[in-house]
């Protein structure tokens, strides 16, 4: 996330390299840094005759090249961006003979995701001595509720911890699909709000009492009304909730608690860090922990390895429900 401030601080300063290689797992970062140079490098009135659009499908790489090499029209530079640039067929060698000597006035940007580029290849050097090469990284669960509270600062906005953990839970941490559902909450409420579970409900239709996250922390306080509730719900609604999307998350956490168990170390910060979640959560599993002990933890897990595998059909003919009733038996038991 500090690359993708870097890269932008810098455009936003007029240091314009001329090439920007974004390559990686995490589409969205690609996008921030593309959509940035797209809107802003340009002026509207340069734009028509300066900048164009490719698509990797639809070129080859020199194609891309004769382009680059073209002067821009009453400006002092051409942007060119070829978006699902990992689609483009052929090697990169035409790639690599231009940048060893790029055209100065053009701002070349190949959008190439979910691949990456062998670093130890001579065209990889050549992109970070002449421009920019970005590996865009998949987020971990506890870097999205950082990289949450951050966007939103930015924005103008805050949002409440379990408003952050119900958005993560829900949406993984798909970044694209939770700043649009942010932008959501953007248009709605007014800059400097803080953003809550009851928003989300209300706005987005997830629901702040039924959900994954509400379950788990049922099932860790041993409150076994509210967790058949939530159950219950979920029997009813199985689209929305379905047992494969849920049994993970209850495994996730129980895997937690046993490395919890397992660490000497029990400082808040080294433990929070150590499960992956933010230090706010760490009261749910410091309670968690006193109501399961770790013979109890490895035989809940054995026990939903064996409802994951009922799921399947195997040795059993169930429905959700008595699928999801079997679970906290066998928890609570």
Known sequence: MDEITKI???????????IYFLSGEESYF????????????????????????????DVKYDEIISDCKRYPMMAEKQVIIVKEAQDIKGDMDILEKYLENPTPTTVLVI????????????????IKEKGVLLESKKLYDNQVLTWMRTELQGRGYKIEPKA???????????????????????????????????????NIGFSKDFNVFELRNAIGERNEFKAYQIVNN??????????????PQIFSFFIQLMKYHGTKDKNPKNVASLLGIH???????????????????????????????????????????????????????
Request: hydrophobic share 40%.
């Open 8 to 18: 932008i601080a810098d455009l936003k300063n007029g240091i314009i390299k001329p």
């Open 234 to 247: 979920f029997a009813q609604n199985p689209k929305e909730n379905p047992l494969p999307k849920t049994l």
């Open 164 to 202: 952050a953990a119900v958005l993560g839970e829900f949406l993984g941490t798909d970044l694209s699909k939770i700043s649009n559902e942010l932008g959501k909450l953007e248009i709605i409420l007014p800059k400097g709000s803080t953003i809550t579970a009851a928003n989300i409900e209300e």
């Open 30 to 57: 690609i996008d921030v840094v593309s959509d940035y140079i797209e809107e802003n490098v340009l002026s509207e009135e340069e734009k028509g005759f300066n900048q164009t659009i490719l698509y990797g499908r």
């Open 279 to 333: 230090p706010y959560f760490m009261k749910d599993y410091d309670i968690a922990i006193k109501n399961y002990s770790m013979r109890k933890v490895s035989q809940v897990l054995n026990s939903i390895r064996e409802i994951d595998v009922k799921s399947k059909g195997v040795g059993a003919s169930m429905t959700q429900a008595d699928l999801y009733k079997e679970l906290l038996i066998k928890i609570f038991m």
């Open 111 to 126: 959008c190439y995701k979910y691949k990456t580029v062998d670093k130890r290849k001579r065209i990889a050097k050549l």
